[in-house]
């Protein structure tokens, strides 16, 4: 006698060969002739391509705009990025600190990344093997490569790679490296494509990756990671320029006031102030009492005419607010280039408890720095794979930067163990399924395994020990 299933499947399957033994069903099994017919009309109403639709798609344009940064062009600001890493303390600083936090060293001190391999024991050992010639090829170490592409994404907004095959295309024969600011990106059809300047034709999509950080609008580009802060930069140069200044001025000991009469027309050699020359013989009048006084600074006296007064003005009650006007800015500089006072050295506002609130943000700026980096990287090393017919995957892994509130966080942890402990002897079973859930774990895998410890524990038999001699 046949079971339900097999009749319908006698009924789906008329012919000789129809399977007579019953088997799991699967979704397709449950599918009706009237569902698939709804399936069938609603793909019918799908649209064959893209509806949506860009600046690109127009007449005028064929290319997408890499669009601007405030009143910047991309190349411009770009530029001054880069530039201010190399001539600026804080913005070089806060770059290498970013860069140590996504890719620290082993604690051993060698370079804390390595490629980890997917796949069967025999397949992970030969793509160890190629994996190790290729980067043994490579004009830059893989920590360095790593290093080059966060400090890609922090002055120039993503990192772009080519990594090209050798003639036979067996595999990888090097890496290069694209600045974005040199990249276009256009549409051909409903294709992107990557234009490098100076190229008359597109990078291949199956060599060439670009992972942009920052994206915004239409701009896939990506953003700098420091852009917001080039304007209060430049802020801080004008104000070191004018501190500079002022410190000239305090190595001079005072500020100078010199009172002169004005001189009359005839005294200056014209005839009337009306007189093309009167002004310039004017400033040169004045110029020639400035020359006479900052000259005899040095001396400590001065000799003038009669009727003209100096003035000394001691500069050092008067500077007082430069600092703070510094400070206000630098807060801003630091904001912009995703860094904290604290990293900077300025210590004294800074608590352990706020250091342990605002220290991940900073680490989360890394750490989304390094997933663009990786992304162009495995995309290398996974490319070289299939052209050399290996079927395993790489990816790269990160030594994890030291915890510097671990000793709290272990004192939290146990006071927190010590806690659940009491309340599991309290709420018994529904507690710990929750403190489970919370901790990260599977509460039904936890309590199982409770439940297995206690039938695996020895229950002492009832009287004592049995072969205890005294028990005679």
Same mark, same amino acid.
């Given at each position: 006698m046949q079971t339900p299933l097999q009749r319908i499947l006698a009924e789906k399957y008329p =012919?000789?060969?129809?399977?007579?033994? %019953? =088997?799991?069903?699967? #979704?397709?099994?449950?599918?009706?002739? !009237? @569902? /698939?017919?709804?399936? %069938? %009309? !609603? $793909? =019918? /109403?799908?649209? @064959?391509? =893209?509806?949506?639709?860009?600046? %690109?798609?127009? +007449?005028w344009t064929w290319f997408w705009s890499p669009g601007l940064y405030? $009143?910047? $062009? #991309?190349?411009?600001?770009?530029?001054?990025c880069r530039q201010a890493t190399v001539t600026s303390a804080d913005a070089s600083g806060a770059m290498q600190d970013l860069v140590a936090l996504a890719n620290p060293p082993a604690p051993d001190g060698t370079p804390g990344v390595r490629v980890e391999f997917e796949g069967s024991d025999s397949a992970k050992a030969r793509a160890a093997r190629e994996i190790s010639n290729l980067l043994d090829r490579l004009h830059l170490p893989l920590h360095e490569l790593v290093n080059h592409e966060?400090?890609?994404?922090?002055?120039? +907004?993503?990192?772009?790679?080519?990594?090209?095959?050798? #003639?036979s295309r067996t595999g990888v024969a090097g890496v290069e490296l694209i600045p974005p600011e040199e990249l276009t990106l256009r549409r051909n059809g409903d294709q992107r494509e990557f234009w490098q300047d100076g190229n008359d034709r597109p990078l291949h999509p199956a060599t060439f990756v670009y992972t942009p950080y920052g994206t915004r609008g239409r701009d896939e580009l990506g953003t700098p990671a420091m852009i917001a802060a080039l304007t209060e930069l430049e802020r801080q140069a004008a104000i070191t320029l004018g501190i500079d200044k002022v410190i000239r001025l305090i190595g001079q000991g005072i500020f100078l006031e010199v009172g002169v009469p004005k001189p009359k027309p005839g005294e200056l050699g014209v005839e009337s102030e009306d007189d093309p020359d009167y002004a310039a013989a004017l400033a040169d009048y004045y110029a020639a009492y400035l020359d006479t006084v900052t000259s005899a600074r040095d001396l400590g006296v001065a000799a003038v005419e009669d009727g003209a007064s100096i003035k000394s003005i001691p500069l050092t009650g008067n500077v007082g607010g430069l600092s703070n006007l510094e400070e206000m800015n630098a807060l801003k500089v630091w904001s912009g280039l995703l860094t904290q006072p604290f990293l900077r050295g300025k210590l004294d506002s800074t608590t352990q408890a706020l250091a342990e609130v605002i220290y991940p943000i900073t680490l989360a700026h890394a750490f989304n720095m390094r997933q663009t980096a990786t992304r162009s990287l495995e995309f290398g090393l996974n490319l070289h794979l299939r052209l050399s017919g290996i079927p395993a995957r790489a990816s790269l892994a990160f030594q994890e930067p030291p915890n510097p509130f671990r000793l709290d966080h272990a004192n939290a942890a146990k006071a927190q163990a010590e806690v659940d402990e009491k309340y599991a002897q309290l709420y018994g079973e529904p507690y710990i399924a929750w403190a489970a859930e919370r901790d990260g774990f599977d509460p039904q895998e936890i309590l199982r395994a409770r439940k297995k410890r206690a039938a695996q524990a020895p229950t002492p038999p009832e009287g004592g020990d049995t072969n205890d001699e005294t028990a005679e």
């Open positions: =012919r000789e060969d129809a399977p007579t033994r %019953a =088997r799991s069903p699967t #979704r397709a099994t449950f599918l009706t002739p !009237q @569902r /698939q017919l709804a399936n %069938a %009309a !609603q $793909s =019918r /109403q799908l649209p @064959r391509g =893209r509806v949506s639709r860009t600046i %690109a798609d127009g +007449g405030g $009143s910047r $062009s #991309r190349r411009e600001a770009i530029d001054l966060l400090r890609e994404v922090y002055q120039a +907004g993503g990192c772009g790679e080519e990594w090209y095959p050798n #003639r």
